[in-house]
């Protein structure tokens, strides 16, 4: 295992590295949170395929497969579908508002009136999705290191904390292009083909295994439809992924960069239950369908190939992690807190002064703190996810897609989709139970129904705020936003 735990520190050394050299870079506000909104297609297509690929996309992804065959593979595969329905239909307008947040992007369609119960709320989805990350750290660990839980949680998510405090975007890019790499080698080029070949190839695969492994649709049509609308649509509409979205050059570059990323998800999602299902021929008794990628990955593969694989584990835990933590710290002091002190500007894509890095610098680290802490005493983590996502996509999808599709939306009727939606799912959580499905089912169409009614029967928004959000869509009105050391974009 020696050069196993080599391969590791040599990959957990060069993440805190890039943390210092993004320090360097990140001098103002937009080159912390968006990296100078600079990144070039080949960067973009990389960071965002790291962001949404992360340790459920990889253990649990396996674990799909190990449990249900090739149809495993619709949860990842749902991510990949919501990555590319953002790229090709509403990335390039998000990219024009030139914002920070989700919230700011309905301050500017709705007049300012429902950026902070929406910036709550996403806040704690982002907020747990950064805690169930961060749990996942106890799990590789333990496979790399048989380390206690407690510390293996302290361990990762110092690291994480540690490089994205320094350099912001600019940090957590740079990272999650070398976590692409190592995952895309890692899973994809080593784990996949020995898998298939330890397994005897697929014919051997088909005879051992019930036929319901091999159809497309076994894990269940209700499943698959629970999925979509968590993912697919959480995609659509989530901080972490708005906020990488809001790091592209241009408007092409986050639809075309988007598109090949959500391309990507679907041969991994696929790439991951093959994977499972391999195992399940080698493994059938395991104790657990999530211990599939540490068995395989300890028992059948060689020295040093074991090493890069788990370090592709990490990365994709690390990936997912950092994006979570600095969508929640720029959504708790931008939204949050900034609206509390009563100094937010109409026009939140404004120059901002130099001491806007230092504070969402300090509000990253009292973020990772809290995650840190909430992940070592939280044991749930799959309901806490699920509360987070019902939440999310209940209260938001309605008001935000409301927002970009329908120009008789109104503020009054956003907040009381948020409201309805918010409190509807949260009700029938409590009584449906809270990983049934449900609540999203009826949540999201009591927030949908509301936004409707309450919008027709309101006074229109007022043609100042409407005619300014046009403006901005078509990439107008929004300030330049200054540049501390010209560079060309990267690529």
């Avoid at 396996?62 to 919501?82: C, E, H, N, P, R």
């Avoid at 390039?92 to 300012?112: F, N, P, Q, W």
């Amino acid at each position: 295992m020696a050069v196993d735990y080599t391969v590791i520190v040599v990959y957990l050394a060069g993440m805190l590295a890039m943390g210092w050299w993004g320090m360097r870079r990140a001098k103002s506000k937009s080159e912390f949170l968006v990296a100078g909104r600079r990144l070039g297609p080949w960067m973009y297509s990389g960071t965002m395929a790291a962001i949404v690929l992360g340790g459920a996309s990889t253990i649990g992804g396996v674990g799909l497969g190990y449990q249900y065959g090739l149809s495993g593979a619709w949860m990842v595969f749902t991510i990949g579908l919501g990555l590319l329905a953002l790229s090709v239909f509403f990335s390039a307008r998000i990219a024009r508002l030139k914002v920070y947040t989700v919230s700011e992007m309905l301050d500017l369609r709705y007049g300012g009136r429902a950026g902070v119960i929406s910036g709550v709320v996403m806040w704690a989805y982002t907020l747990m999705l950064a805690v169930t990350s961060t749990i996942a750290y106890a799990t590789i660990f333990d496979v790399i290191f048989d380390m206690n839980r407690t510390l293996a949680i302290i361990l990762g998510g110092s690291i994480v904390v540690a490089y994205s405090t320094l350099g912001g975007m600019w940090s957590i890019t740079l990272t999650d292009m070398v976590q692409f790499v190592v995952k895309t080698v890692g899973v994809l080029l080593l784990l996949l083909p020995i898998a298939v070949v330890k397994a005897g190839g697929f014919g051997e695969m088909k005879a051992k295994l019930p036929t319901e492994y091999f159809d497309p649709l076994g894990i269940g049509g209700e499943t698959i439809f629970t999925y979509v609308l968590i993912y697919t649509f959480g995609m659509l509409i989530g901080q972490d992924i708005w906020q990488r979205v809001f790091t592209a050059r241009s408007d092409k570059v986050a639809r075309y960069g988007g598109t090949v990323a959500g391309t990507y998800c679907l041969v991994y999602a696929l790439a991951g239950a093959v994977i499972g299902t391999a195992a399940k021929v080698m493994y059938p008794k395991l104790p657990s369908a999530d211990a599939a990628f540490a068995t395989m990955v300890k028992d059948e593969l060689p020295m040093g190939v074991r090493g890069l694989v788990l370090a592709a584990a990490l990365a994709a835990v690390m990936s997912t992690s950092s994006g979570a933590l600095i969508a929640c710290a720029t959504v708790a002091n931008n939204d949050i807190w900034s609206r509390l002190r009563g100094v937010v500007k109409a026009d939140a894509a404004g120059d901002e002064p130099h001491d806007e890095v230092k504070g969402n610098r300090l509000f990253i680290l009292l973020m990772g703190v809290g995650v840190v802490c909430i992940a070592i005493a939280l044991n749930d983590v799959v309901q806490a996810l699920t509360v987070a996502y019902n939440l999310l996509v209940a209260g938001l999808l309605v008001p935000i897609l409301g927002g970009l599709l329908w120009k008789r939306g109104t503020a009054e009727g956003a907040l009381a989709a948020i409201a309805a939606g918010g409190l509807s799912v949260v009700g029938l959580m409590w009584g449906y139970g809270i990983l049934a499905n449900e609540p999203i089912y009826y949540g999201l169409l009591t927030s949908l129904a509301v936004y409707v009614v309450v919008s027709l029967a309101t006074k229109p928004t007022d043609a100042q705020v409407l005619a300014t959000w046009r403006e901005r869509l078509a990439g107008r009105g929004a300030e330049a936003e200054p540049v501390a050391e010209p560079a060309p974009a990267p690529q």
